[in-house]
């Protein structure tokens, strides 16, 4: 693995990415239009950089973004890779291990899920301050334990955004490997267990994350009730229409993690 990260931070340093850099920041469905605020943009497509998987899922392009933000250095995945598409642990990651390996002062990881909570609307934006894994789906490689806590971190971001004017939510991600949605008597219980959220990445990262000591913080942003808290089928199109009416705050509070955080 170590060898892999070699070869491609070589690569992405030959091909413009600075050898080091002031933030990470992985996009969600849907959230990939942050990538196009960066300034001075080194764009690389996924098919180009050695040992990276092709992504399939709809509103991920699938592009490294290298460049600056508010004077910060950063690279931008636009597009993941899900556990649930087949890739192993190990790739599920990289982006993380990319982190590390970039010596990057913070990622900030961002998601979208279904709200389980009745109190939150489509659109909220909600910082993750712990997470539940009811099917330990994705465990990591290692049996180390996940050491992060994520509380002080999610109050933080709660401030910054607080700073901005942005209101924001906290709480639990529940995370569910995919692809497939839920049933309605699991989000019932995902709600008794209380969990906020519910979604098909992060934790994964998150786990890595802890291991490599990189400081995170991870934003859901709500593009649907999850199963059976509203009528109504669940489908990819809410993902991107919630995505869309909410990408300028969530610009706004990256930029302003990566400055402040
Ligand atoms: N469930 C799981 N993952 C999701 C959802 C959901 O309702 N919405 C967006 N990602």
């Not at 597009?79 to 990319?98: A, D, M, N, Q």
């Not at 990057?104 to 997470?131: C, E, P, R, Y």
């Not at 309605?184 to 994350?209: N, Q």
């Amino acid at each position: 693995m170590t060898e892999e990260i070699d070869e491609i931070r070589s690569y992405l340093v030959q091909n413009g990415v600075p050898k080091k850099v002031g933030a990470v920041i992985i996009l969600g469905s849907g959230l990939g239009s942050f990538a196009e605020l960066i300034q001075y943009p080194v764009r690389l497509s996924y098919h180009q950089i050695p040992h990276f998987p092709a992504t399939s899922v709809q509103g991920h392009s699938g592009e490294l973004v290298s460049g600056e933000v508010a004077g910060e250095k950063v690279i931008a995945f636009s597009g993941r890779f899900h556990f649930y598409e087949g890739h192993t642990f190990s790739k599920t990651v990289l982006p993380v291990r990319i982190a590390k390996a970039f010596d990057a002062d913070k990622l900030i990881i961002s998601n979208a899920a279904g709200a389980i909570n009745t109190g939150f609307q489509i659109g909220d934006l909600m910082v993750i301050n712990d997470l539940i894994r009811p099917f330990h789906p994705a465990s990591a490689e290692s049996a180390e334990l996940f050491r992060y806590n994520l509380y002080p971190i999610a109050e933080k971001v709660q401030e910054i955004a607080g700073e901005i004017g942005l209101s924001l939510q906290k709480g639990s991600y529940v995370y569910v490997k995919g692809p497939n949605y839920e049933t309605k008597a699991e989000i019932r219980a995902f709600r008794v267990l209380g969990g906020d959220v519910v979604g098909m990445s992060t934790l994964p990262e998150l786990i890595e994350a802890s291991r490599l000591n990189v400081p995170s913080a991870a934003i859901s942003l709500v593009t649907n009730m999850a199963a059976g808290v509203h009528k109504g089928k669940l489908d990819h199109s809410e993902v991107k229409e919630a995505a869309e009416s909410r990408k300028e705050d969530f610009a706004k509070l990256v930029t302003e993690l990566i400055k402040k955080l």
